[in-house]
């Protein structure tokens, strides 16, 4: 591997590859220790540094340069900077500073360790503090590791049944971790947003209580009226009221790029005709109510640094 080649693309547009860093030895490892020295490189050596939780000198952390994170698919928002009150809620340990490049890339490589049983589960980051919110990326190892029941003698031979059944219990346990997290904090909110399908839903709870939840892939158990983090939009199950098959001379004529443009372009006229607004994902609702990760940047307000912190799981 070039590691010259991995830091400069990492400093100069804060992405790689997570797959890059699986191989890394003794050699690649002392090569971007080397880059410290650098000072155009050495906040991308402490990423990758950070990321191998390989130890470093806490005191070479840069100062904090806000950074959009993007392609996030699951956090919580919380409105507090008591950064060791968020460590504390979530049962988490052994924090190391970051800033957001560091913490963001790290939680990428996490998030990509699925050849391992705890590769997606032993480190969170927690956020600086942002525009007053605290972003936490991850969930507790138990919360993780919740598995839901089937009942006796029932035949599940794919594994679906099991499959939801987890996701049932996921639902509840986060649920209860939000009504838990906003009785310390005054609010909680827990974002989904899938970028590999159109899976999202959002918890908002207050002092104790849920006030919102909405779930796309189980709309009829959504809780609370519709909350003032969707106005101006519709939920994604409903229904669109043009006639079906509206779409399907681009479909049939059309593919790749082309096909995605006539598209867009064909359900922007069918939305100002039938005067239908814009359906809202889990982005859209943080946009409106605390912060969004992907518009994070220059005009927001960061206090402190964020931290990537281990939880109950080894890794």
């Avoid at 919110?133 to 919360?143: I, K, S, Y």
């Avoid at 899976?199 to 892939?217: H, K, L």
């Avoid at 983090?229 to 779409?247: D, I, K, R, T, Y």
Wanted: hydrophobic content about 40%; some cysteine.
């Amino acid at each position: 591997m070039d590691v010259a080649e991995l830091l400069s693309q990492i400093a100069t547009d804060g992405d790689y590859n997570p797959f890059s860093l699986r191989d890394l030895g003794p050699a690649e490892i002392s090569a971007v220790r080397e880059a410290l020295s650098s000072l155009s490189l050495r906040e991308a050596a402490l990423a990758v540094i950070a990321t191998l939780r390989e130890p470093f000198d806490f005191a070479l952390v840069p100062q904090e340069k806000p950074l959009p994170l993007n392609a996030c698919e699951f956090w919580y928002a919380l409105p507090t900077g008591d950064q060791e009150a968020v460590l504390d809620a979530f049962g988490l340990s052994s924090p190391v500073p970051v800033t957001m490049r560091m913490g963001r890339l790290a939680w990428r490589y996490e998030g990509h360790r699925w050849w391992l049983d705890h590769g997606r589960c032993s480190v969170i980051y927690v956020s600086p503090v942002l525009d007053g919110w605290t972003l936490v990326f991850g969930e507790p190892a138990e919360d993780f590791h919740t598995r839901g029941t089937l009942a006796d003698g029932v035949e599940d031979p794919h594994g679906v049944k099991q499959m939801w059944a987890n996701e049932a219990a996921k639902r509840t346990v986060r649920r209860e971790r939000c009504v838990a997290l906003s009785r310390r904090f005054g609010a909680a909110h827990l974002y989904l947003k899938s970028h590999g399908d159109s899976t999202t839903s959002w918890f908002i709870a207050e002092n104790g209580t849920v006030a919102r939840w909405y779930d796309v892939m189980v709309p009829e158990e959504q809780i609370g009226p519709p909350h003032p983090g969707e106005a101006g939009f519709w939920l994604p199950h409903e229904e669109n009221p043009w006639p079906a098959g509206s779409f399907d001379d681009i479909l049939l004529a059309h593919v790749g790029k082309e096909a995605a443009l006539r598209f867009r372009d064909r359900y922007r006229q069918l939305q100002a005709e039938y005067n239908v607004p814009d359906k809202c994902d889990a982005d859209d609702v943080a946009a409106q109510l605390s912060v969004r990760p992907g518009d994070i940047g220059p005009t927001t307000v960061v206090t402190g640094h964020g931290v990537l912190a281990r939880t109950g799981c080894p890794g």
